[in-house]
């Protein structure tokens, strides 16, 4: 039975079709580069991240990270602070931190601040989503699937208080 709340913003395809050719461009910016840490924000980047793993041919190596979420509401408290930290380490590295969805900026731009302390060769960002007209710290990106509309969405890993992270779709949670 289809969940009347939720409406398809982004289909399995599309996003499949994206990664591959967001894959393709992380090569082709790689080419003659060691290997690549590719670090998830946990939990929302998940699904995303282990896709863009799989599509990217480029040596990678895994880890993650964690943020505070939303908790159970819709919106940002606007504070950001680690719930878990890198295993390894990402000195002389190039990094891409994989994110799920671009909002306010708040969330990424403190992620940013904290890895270029660890020194790495170069940080690279890669979100799904990106929501422009929410932005209030700016966030230069280098990889964006899908730039959408000032909606709350849910599905392909990001939740509403933890449901509907194993949708295959991006949709739009509705009242
Ligand atoms: P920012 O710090 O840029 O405002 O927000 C980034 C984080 O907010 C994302 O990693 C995600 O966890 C959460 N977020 C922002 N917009 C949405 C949304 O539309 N749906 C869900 N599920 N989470 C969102």
């Given at each position: 039975m289809p969940d009347?709340?939720?409406t398809v913003l982004i289909s399995a395809g599309q996003i499949q079709t994206r990664i591959r050719e967001l894959a393709a461009q992380i090569d082709k910016d790689l080419e003659g580069r060691g290997p690549l840490y590719m670090l998830c924000v946990l939990k929302g980047a998940v699904l995303f991240y282990a896709d863009l793993a799989r599509a990217i041919t480029h040596p990678v190596r895994m880890d993650?990270?964690?943020?505070?979420?939303?908790?159970?509401?819709?919106?940002s408290s606007?504070?950001?602070?680690?719930?878990?930290?890198?295993?390894?380490?990402?000195?002389?590295?190039?990094?891409?931190?994989?994110?799920?969805i671009l909002d306010s900026g708040i969330t990424l731009s403190y992620l940013i601040h904290v890895l270029q302390q660890r020194k790495p060769r170069?940080?690279?960002?890669?979100t799904l989503l990106d929501k422009p007209e929410r932005r209030v710290r700016p966030v230069v990106v280098d990889y964006v699937g899908f730039r959408i509309p000032d909606a709350f969405v849910v599905g392909y890993g990001l939740d509403f208080a933890e449901d509907y992270r194993q949708l295959k779709d991006v949709c739009v949670l509705g009242e």
């Open positions: 009347p709340k939720l993650f990270i964690g943020t505070s979420s939303y908790g159970k509401g819709k919106s606007g504070e950001v602070r680690l719930t878990k930290d890198l295993d390894t380490t990402i000195e002389d590295f190039d990094v891409l931190l994989v994110e799920d170069s940080i690279r960002i890669a």
